[in-house]
C-alpha cells in the first residue's frame, strides 16, 4: 500500500491479500501490516508504531503491474496512483485508518472467516473434522 520515509526511517505498510493471508498474518484490524527498516532488515512493527505522518497509500494496491502496463509506462505518477486506488470503496484503503474496522464493512477483510494453520493445512478454530483429518494424514 505504501512505502515512506519519516525522519530517516524507511516504513512499509502492506494489505493482506486475501482471506488465507489476512489469517496468517493474524487477522490485524485495522487490515494492515507495518514494517520498519532498521538498516539491515525489515521488522514487523504494530500499527501504533507507525509515524502518524504516514496517512495517505502511495503505491497502486491492486494488480499494479497489470496497472502500470496500462498506462504504457514503466511507473506511474502520483496522480496515476491515486486514481488506480480510488476505486475501492473501503476507508481502509482510501487512507490509513487508526481504528479498528467494523464487521460487516462491505468489501473488508476483517468479514473474512477466521481460520487457523493446523499440521499444514487452514482450518476453522472448532472444525474437529478438518484437525482429524490432519491428524491422520501426519500419521
Same mark, same amino acid.
Given at each position: $500500500?505504501?512505502v515512506d520515509?519519516? &525522519? +530517516?526511517e524507511? #516504513? /512499509?505498510v502492506?494489505?493482506?491479500? +486475501?482471506? /488465507?493471508? #489476512?489469517?496468517?498474518?493474524?487477522?490485524?484490524?485495522?487490515?494492515?501490516?507495518?514494517?520498519?527498516?532498521? +538498516?539491515?532488515q525489515?521488522t514487523? %512493527?504494530?500499527l501504533?508504531? /507507525?509515524?502518524?505522518?504516514i496517512?495517505?497509500? &502511495?503505491? %497502486?494496491?491492486?494488480?499494479? @503491474? %497489470?496497472? !502500470?502496463?496500462? /498506462?504504457? *509506462?514503466?511507473?506511474?505518477s502520483? @496522480?496515476? !496512483?491515486?486514481?488506480?486506488?480510488?476505486?475501492? *470503496?473501503?476507508?481502509? #484503503?482510501?487512507?490509513?485508518?487508526?481504528e479498528? !474496522?467494523?464487521?460487516?464493512?462491505?468489501?473488508?477483510?476483517? &468479514?473474512c472467516?477466521?481460520?487457523?494453520?493446523?499440521?499444514?493445512?487452514?482450518v476453522?478454530?472448532? @472444525?474437529?473434522?478438518?484437525?482429524? $483429518? $490432519? @491428524?491422520?494424514?501426519?500419521?
Amino acid at each position: $500500500m505504501l512505502v515512506d520515509i519519516v &525522519n +530517516g526511517e524507511p #516504513y /512499509l505498510v502492506v494489505s493482506p491479500l +486475501g482471506c /488465507l493471508s #489476512y489469517n496468517k498474518w493474524g487477522r490485524p484490524n485495522p487490515p494492515y501490516v507495518a514494517f520498519k527498516h532498521d +538498516g539491515k532488515q525489515w521488522t514487523r %512493527i504494530p500499527l501504533q508504531e /507507525l509515524p502518524v505522518e504516514i496517512k495517505t497509500p &502511495n503505491l %497502486i494496491i491492486s494488480a499494479p @503491474d %497489470i496497472e !502500470v502496463e496500462r /498506462l504504457g *509506462k514503466s511507473f506511474a505518477s502520483v @496522480d496515476e !496512483v491515486k486514481r488506480a486506488n480510488a476505486g475501492f *470503496k473501503q476507508p481502509e #484503503y482510501q487512507s490509513i485508518v487508526r481504528e479498528p !474496522v467494523k464487521p460487516g464493512t462491505e468489501g473488508s477483510l476483517v &468479514n473474512c472467516e477466521e481460520l487457523i494453520f493446523y499440521k499444514g493445512a487452514w482450518v476453522g478454530p472448532g @472444525d474437529s473434522i478438518g484437525k482429524r $483429518m $490432519m @491428524d491422520l494424514k501426519s500419521k
